[in-house]
């Protein structure tokens, strides 16, 4: 699955995303996809999404 695709994410999967915070350091956070924020269907850095615990970032890995 590639993190950069829109359509290989959906809500309810368990992805590691990168906080804004945490772009400097690369620190994860890992939890469950609530919203999917980016609109276009790639983005290089990673989709970002909305987990269920409210935090917002970029996902870097997805988990299966």
Request: aromatic share 0%; charged share 35%; no cysteine.
């Amino acid at each position: 699955m590639d993190r950069t695709k829109r359509s290989d994410i959906n809500r309810g999967v368990r992805v590691s995303i990168v906080l804004k915070k945490d772009q400097q350091t690369g620190k994860l956070t890992e939890g469950i996809v609530k919203d999917i924020l980016t609109n276009s269907a790639v983005h290089p850095h990673g989709i970002k999404v909305r987990l269920e615990s409210g935090e917002v970032g970029r996902v870097k890995k997805i988990s299966a």
